[in-house]
T-cell receptor
């Protein structure tokens, strides 16, 4: 596609439910990032993929969070047993650089998650 | 731990003046520093990248400096316009291929007519 696509754009769920957020990066981009942005805050790093592997998972807040990437393309961020503090905008970004260094990030518009 | 600080949460200046935003970092030796613009409800958009061996980079009305001794980057918008009003984020990246890109909390810039 022309840009990074994220779905759903908005998700309202009840506490305790599982949610899946999807990111479709720009075709050919090897690096893929997930960030979380709470209202009025900066971007909190969650996880970074280089191809299908994740060199850095250090930002995942808890074991309720997991992410995978298949075929070097689409990525899914899964949050199990959601809590109210998980409410935020989840942003995905991709980058062309095969080494993961010096790559300009192209962001999607984000998935806004609200946990009631 | 690695820390990035942007000078203030909000900056208000008069149209036509130069806006200067600051990004300071600690416990990090970045290879690259990037600046992004974010409008409300949108994803960030890349503006400029500067390498650790570069002192200054320009693009139209934008100028970025990078001082690895002071561990600081300055981001300037000259002849500012109300359309420049947005949140500006700085981001750092290390040397290795496994290095993640981390962001500051952003500065909300408002340009009044």
């Amino acid at each position: 596609g022309a840009g990074v696509s994220q779905s759903p754009s908005n998700k309202v769920t009840e506490k305790g439910k599982d949610v899946e957020l999807r990111c479709d990066p720009i075709s050919g981009h090897t690096a893929l990032y997930w960030y979380r942005q709470s209202l009025g805050q900066g971007l909190e790093f969650l996880i970074y993929f280089q191809g299908n592997s994740a060199p850095d998972k250090s930002g995942l807040p808890s074991d309720r969070f997991s992410a995978e990437r298949t075929g070097g393309s689409v990525s899914t961020l899964t949050i199990q047993r959601t809590q109210q503090e998980d409410s935020a905008v989840y942003l995905c970004a991709s980058s062309t650089d095969g080494t993961g260094v010096s790559g300009e990030l192209f962001f999607g518009e984000g998935s806004r998650l609200t946990v009631l | 731990s690695q820390k990035i600080e942007q000078n203030s949460e909000a900056l208000n200046i008069q149209e036509g003046k130069t806006a200067t935003l600051t990004c300071n970092y600690t416990n990090y030796s970045p290879a690259y520093l990037q600046w992004y613009r974010q409008d409300p409800g949108r994803g960030p958009v890349f503006l400029l990248l500067i390498r650790e061996n570069e002192k200054e980079k320009r693009k139209e009305r934008l100028k970025v400096t990078f001082d690895t001794t002071l561990k600081q980057s300055l981001f300037h918008i000259t002849a500012s316009q109300p359309a420049d009003s947005a949140t500006y984020l700085c981001a750092l990246e290390g040397y290795s291929s496994a290095s993640k890109i981390i962001f500051g909390s952003g500065t909300r810039l408002s340009i009044r007519p």
